[in-house]
């Protein structure tokens, strides 16, 4: 009965570039030689001859469907950490400019007297300014309550884009080992469909297959860990931009109530010469 059934499983019909890892390692060196140059492309043709079990021997070795896994996965890799790196720089490129922005405004002390500012402050302070300036005298409640709507709209916009794309990075982490695992499952069965064929169960002739297939899942391993360390950090980075964030709209909220109970003060001022006064 058993024989019987791997007979069948033997001889379930894979498509030609399945079954053929020679044809299938050809196309790929063709295409890392027109991408990358002789060069790489050398060393996987030295690697496909080669009769050692180094990593990219068994990558070669392979059929398709575990050298894809494998490219996607490396893929993966690649792009997490392009990921990291752009976000670590945007984050510090960020907090300068809120930093700076912050002790401009502090300094100032009004918001007519605050000079331009990067983004997303000089969006707070420009809201601020402009519903101040188009509630000439309505109540100063209603002002303070409609700037802090559109701060908090301002914020979460910041907030948002710091945001995008570090949702890859966690996508990446928590998917990796099970493709990996995946490719792994694949070429297990291709290795015992091997064994059927073959007839034969000598550790040399079954070891190799079982090898390659291993390597899917370290190399899947190998993807997700960094990727779920780096989303960790990345994600203590954006909380500190948010907290800047904050900070940064809290200080025009008090900054428009101060110019508010100067308005409120000086009636007889108009907007001009409350500048004045503030200077």
């Known amino acids: 009965m058993k024989k019987s059934v791997a007979a069948a499983f033997a001889a379930l019909p894979l498509p030609a570039y399945a079954a053929d890892v020679a044809s299938t390692n050809d196309r790929l060196i063709g295409w890392t030689q027109t991408l990358f140059g002789e060069g790489l492309a050398?060393?996987?043709?030295?690697?496909?001859?080669?009769e050692t079990l180094s990593p990219l021997a068994m990558f070669m070795d392979a059929d398709w469907v575990v050298k894809t896994v494998m490219l996607g996965l490396g893929l993966a890799s690649v792009l997490a950490w392009a990921i990291w790196a752009g976000k670590v720089v945007q984050m510090a490129r960020a907090g300068r400019r809120i930093a700076r922005g912050y002790r401009t405004l502090h300094t100032a002390a009004t918001l007519d007297a605050a000079p331009a500012t990067q983004a997303p402050l000089a969006q707070m302070i420009a809201a601020a300014r402009s519903e101040r300036d188009a509630s000439v005298g309505l109540p100063d409640a209603g002002i303070k309550e409609r700037v802090a709507n559109e701060v908090q709209r301002i914020e979460a916009g910041a907030a948002?884009?710091?945001q995008s794309g570090v949702t890859i990075l966690g996508s990446?982490?928590?998917?990796?080992p099970f493709i990996g695992l995946f490719g792994t499952v694949w070429g297990i069965m291709n290795s015992f469909i091997g064994i059927a064929e073959t007839g034969t169960t000598n550790l040399s002739v079954v070891a190799p297959g079982i090898a390659e297939a291993l390597l899917a899942t370290a190399i899947g391993l190998v993807a997700a860990i960094p990727a779920v360390l780096l989303y960790n950090h990345l994600t203590r980075l954006i909380a500190a931009h948010r907290a800047r964030l904050a900070d940064a709209a809290a200080l025009v909220e008090r900054t428009l109530s101060r110019d508010l109970d100067r308005r409120a003060s000086l009636p007889e001022l108009g907007p001009a010469r409350?500048?004045?006064?503030a200077e």
């Open 172 to 176: 990446i982490g928590a998917t990796a």
């Open 42 to 50: 050398g060393r996987l043709r030295a690697a496909a001859a080669s």
């Open 274 to 277: 409350l500048r004045i006064v």
């Open 160 to 162: 948002r884009a710091a």
